[in-house]
């Protein structure tokens, strides 16, 4: 297993997520927990010490199936992880009530990591509004060592990441984001990195095989890979992209059985960063997996031309989003923040926006098509 250094803490570089344990006949809620205690085992006997877990994982339970897993090892050979859950709304009032309830779901007396979960456009205001008292909270638990130390999930974009950074990012001590080869361009995960490297904050990844989209690309793609490295399997060039991104300490993948974690072991023995070739091939196989997004390319000359003021690249940027990964929570979580009649139900499909537009986007169609998906 490769570590890597973290303060005075050597951390496993592969750690150990819990959103995607196995589970019985097919429904999320009810873990296999005995599967679930195999693989962690597998895990801590092959060297990994970090767990991550959150408070609204698998209904709800995998905080308490992942603290009876690790309550079998003695407390100071892992690295608990879970999250406050600003995710929903309802809950910004009660940080207290439930890190004492994640305490006692998890069976431990302190938290090695604790993270603000999912800072985005949604819930931004809600985390800088003192009235919560969140991030008081947060610290004086840390001043107490019931937090070790504290960081942030962030599925929002730079602008939300910086505004949160502006306010508490001198106490920051961790950032998890969404980061593998697509969404190195596609999320704009390069600029997001970068931004936590001027904060000297590490970063932490969540969606590395982006939900497993990457752990199986089309035959003449991974024969061009295979070129490259025959000896490597698809999943693990994810991996290797990672081991080449500064900052990059942990890396945290939802394994849902045995296979995929030792799969993921093996890759983790070695430290095989990418070559400046074998990047650009990544890079390049990507592109073409945004093939049929629309190429937006954030000119905004269509915005001004907009007799309803609509953000139209923002908008287009989440409809991309929602329609390659298939649906998910990121473009509906995002749209929460934006006013009704700022919505792609609020375009009149007057087609002003298409007769500016550089790339010739049917905007409007776009917009149409958006507000079927989400409904």
């Known amino acids: 297993m490769i570590y890597q250094d973290f303060q005075d803490l050597k951390l496993s570089a592969l750690g150990l997520g819990a959103m995607r344990l196995p589970v019985i006949n097919g429904d999320d809620a009810q873990v296999d927990s005995g599967a679930a205690e195999e693989m962690v085992a597998c895990a801590i006997e092959n060297g990994v010490n970090y767990f991550d877990t959150a408070w609204g994982y698998h209904g709800g339970n995998s905080e308490i199936v992942m603290g009876k897993a690790l309550s079998a090892y003695p407390r100071e050979s892992y690295y608990l992880a879970t999250k406050f859950p600003g995710y929903d709304l309802a809950n ?117 095989l982006r939900g497993g989209r990457l752990a199986r690309l089309p035959e003449e793609e991974e024969q061009k890979l295979k070129s490259l490295r025959p000896d490597e399997k ?52 990507a592109e073409g997996m945004l093939n049929n997004t629309l190429p937006c390319t954030a000119c905004r000359y269509c915005v001004s031309h907009c007799p309803r003021g609509l953000d139209i690249p923002m908008l287009l940027n989440l409809y991309n989003e929602h329609s390659f990964t298939g649906g998910g929570f990121i473009a509906p979580m995002a749209l929460m923040a934006v006013p009704s009649e700022k919505q792609p139900s609020a375009c009149v499909g007057c087609r002003s926006c298409e007769k500016v537009c550089p790339q010739q986007i049917k905007i409007s169609e776009a917009m149409s098509d958006f507000v079927a998906k989400m409904a």
């Open 92 to 208: 910004m009032p009660k940080v207290k009530e439930i890190f004492e309830k994640q305490l006692d779901k998890c069976g431990v007396e302190y938290f090695d990591f604790y993270l603000f979960h999912n800072v985005c456009e949604m819930n931004i205001d809600a985390y800088l509004d003192e009235q919560y008292g969140i991030f008081d909270y947060l610290m004086e638990q840390k001043r107490n060592g019931r937090i070790r130390h504290l960081g942030f999930s962030a599925h929002g974009s730079c602008e939300i990441m910086e505004r949160f950074l502006e306010a508490y990012g001198d106490a920051m001590e961790f950032c998890q984001i969404q980061l593998n080869y697509l969404d190195w361009s596609f999320q704009d995960a390069k600029t997001k990195v970068e931004l936590l490297n001027s904060y000297e904050i590490p970063v932490w990844v969540m969606e590395p």
């Open 234 to 285: 698809i999943p693990a060039w994810a991996f290797r992209f990672l081991q080449a991104v500064p900052g990059v300490k942990v890396v945290l993948s939802g394994m849902s059985n045995l296979e995929q974690l030792k799969d993921n072991l093996h890759t983790f023995e070695t430290d095989r960063p990418l070559t400046g070739e074998e990047m650009d091939t990544l890079l390049s196989i």
